[in-house]
């Protein structure tokens, strides 16, 4: 008998037809004899409809009663989903984060899991009761509702199965594991059947949505085994583990982008010792996080070009910090992009293989794809190029690096 956490995405409790068959596929494994906890999030697209509702009426909204509306979401397919199992005949019983002592600390919208205190949930499990927990959701030390961050279920989900001590914790979702690519981006992307926490890791940061990056974190931290499986169809899905349990190791495991992203440029800045301080200590304390940089050489000995990136919903805020930056360093100009994306390979093969950069480099230009910034590390190599460039970027690399299907 084993202890299971499996939590459930927006699509798969995305009617009441979706959470009757969550409820089925909950009492299978109830059934198996093993003890289960489910997580689940709101129903597709009701976190989007609360934020709006909340921005029609004050944008930004004020954190901790943001944080007390987005909530809700989570509470009513909590109730549901133990009403339907109940209605099969077996028991459940729904808990809200704050219900079973999910403690964050209070930076609402983004907060992060301090500590579970498990005592309630084990003795229910104990009585053979099936648990049902609202994902996404915590309390602060002085009771205030807190929320982890978009996507934030997943994350739910595996502290819960870290402070049990679950066997395994199975993200259901609407796609049947983790793929080489978004399969919506490239059709020939393939299933993954295992991948290593680190580089899951990378893909999640780089922008591959199907698991917060926190739940990464936390699934290596406490080496939680961690698998991306379908709620729509049976099958093994993806198994993310440690480096040591993959026996064949890809040099590129799979390809990550983000639309998230926006490019800044000051132009004709003094090429001296404090320049980039003085214009990234600004935005830094603006609370602006920056990803990509580069810094031209002085042509004329004396002036240079700084470009760097921001996320997208900080780029008018950065956009402003450096217009007064300019004026300080009496730059000649400031320029902005926000048709920009980023694309990433990932892969620990990478550590010990030269010449993937000039692949990558290679098969970008041979279809006229400029790229305008790069960034790289171990495992990862990532680009910057025009957004209309983004399916094509991605599929030609895919192939070049035979993660396709066919090559498989
Ligand atoms: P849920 O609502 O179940 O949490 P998400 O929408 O958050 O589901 O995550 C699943 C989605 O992640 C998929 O529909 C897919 O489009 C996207 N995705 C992005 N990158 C990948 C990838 N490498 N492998 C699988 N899915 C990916
Ligand atoms: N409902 C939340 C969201 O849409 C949390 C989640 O689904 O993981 O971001
Ligand atoms: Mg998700």
């Keep these: ?44 697209g009701e976190t989007n409809r609360l934020v709006s509702l909340a921005k029609s009426i004050a944008d930004p909204p004020e954190p901790r009663e943001f944080d007390v509306i987005l909530a809700t979401g989570e509470q009513v397919t909590i109730g549901l989903l133990s009403i339907a199992i109940q209605a099969k005949g077996y028991a459940a019983r729904s808990y809200t984060g704050g219900q079973v002592h999910i403690l964050t600390d209070n930076a609402h919208n983004k907060a992060r899991i301090l500590e579970i205190d498990d005592k309630k949930m084990r003795a229910d499990l104990a009585k053979g009761t099936i648990l ?9 030390e002085y009771g205030n509702i807190t929320t982890l961050g978009r996507g934030g279920s997943d994350t739910t989900a595996v502290a819960l199965a870290a402070a049990l001590k679950a066997d395994e914790c199975q993200i259901y979702t609407d796609v049947d594991g983790v793929y080489t690519t978004d399969p919506r981006i490239e059709p020939r992307a393939r299933r993954l ?6 580089e899951m890791l990378e893909m999640a940061s780089l922008g ?27 099958g093994q899905g993806t198994l993310i583990t440690s480096e040591d349990n993959i026996m064949e190791q890809a040099l590129i495991s799979g ?12 132009l004709g800045v003094p090429d001296k010792p404090g320049t980039a301080y003085q214009i990234l200590g600004p935005i830094s304390d603006a609370n602006i996080e920056v990803d990509m940089i580069i810094q031209n050489m002085a042509t004329d000995g004396m002036t240079t070009d700084f470009t760097f990136t921001v996320h997208r919903n900080d780029h008018k805020k950065a956009l402003n910090v450096l217009q007064k930056i300019a004026q300080n360093l009496g730059a000649k100009e400031v320029r902005s ?13 990478m550590r010990s293989h030269a010449g993937i950069a000039s692949k990558m ?9 400029n790229i305008q910034m790069i960034s790289t590390s171990e495992i990862k190599i990532s680009v910057a190029v025009d957004e209309k460039f983004l399916e094509l970027g991605v599929r030609v690399l895919h192939e070049a690096f035979g993660l396709d299907k066919a090559t498989a």
């Design 255 to 266: 390809i990550a982008f983000s639309r998230d992203e926006a490019k800044l440029t000051i």
């Design 361 to 369: 480099f290679k098969t970008l230009a041979d279809v006229g794809i």
């Design 1 to 44: 008998m084993a202890l299971i956490v499996q939590k459930y995405g927006g699509t798969s409790v995305g009617s009441s037809e979706r959470i009757q068959h969550v409820a089925e596929k909950v009492i299978a494994m109830r059934k198996q004899g093993h003890d289960v906890v489910v997580v689940v999030s709101a129903m597709s």
């Design 208 to 234: 591959s949505k199907v698991l917060q990056i926190r739940s990464v974190e936390f699934a290596g931290k406490y080496n939680v085994p961690l698998r991306v499986l379908s709620s729509f169809e049976e």
């Design 193 to 198: 059947d295992r991948i290593s926490f680190e």
């Design 337 to 349: 992009d926000e048709q920009v994306v980023k694309i990433s390979l990932v892969g620990v093969g």
């Design 132 to 140: 049902v927990v609202a994902g996404f959701q915590g309390v602060d």
